[in-house]
């Protein structure tokens, strides 16, 4: 959805431990907050397909939804649809959870993203945070990256360096960014590093995030 080009010239990410530092050595334990910025951040190309040890973690759904729309994309193609959207248009239910989906450590936070409305198109800072919004970051034991996206404003529970554990909640479901109503936006990724004190940053690969599903729980 977003219109910048990752420039990709390796076909094949290894999964191997890097090094997540931040530039200078710096840890923002709060994340990076910007209530005016709007970021330009480029797109995300898919990945090969994922390999049995990075599927070996038991996932859980991270929120509950009423609908969901999928993911788009080809291999080594920009993606048409980055994640999975977890949407949830019951009115009746004021807030909703967002969950991690497996033991991890919070890598990068963007807070400060306005919205307009729980439900419908989000007038407020559509770019912020890069479209995503309020967002976090999380880094699994298996080397994948998760991305929790749209998060209501003001809800955020963790901090950077943070350990989470499988079904902990990390947030409220919003429709902060570039979102027409509340959901959850869920990506699925490998990265070189994240800089916790930089405004929104893209995953070097993403993945299709169903295939993780397969061997979790709702």
Known sequence: MKRSILVATLLHIS???VSLAPAYGQICANGYSNQTLEEDSPVQRLGTALSERELELHWLQPANYTNIFPFIG?????????????INTNQSITQVSVRSVADGKVVYIRRGCPQSSPF????KLHNCGGGWGNHIVLLHPNGLFTRYAHLYPDTIQVQVEQKVHRGEELAKMGNSGRSDT????????????????????SFTYIYNPAAVFLNGDR
Do not use: M, T, W
């Not at 419908?120 to 007038?123: D, I, L, Q, R, V």
């Open 15 to 17: 999964l191997a431990p």
């Open 74 to 86: 080809k291999s080594y193609q920009l993606s048409e649809h980055e994640g999975i959207d977890f």
């Open 120 to 123: 419908g198109f989000n007038e």
């Open 182 to 201: 509340r959901h959850l936006h869920f990506e699925l990724g490998v990265a070189i590093k994240f800089n916790s004190c930089e405004p929104a940053q």
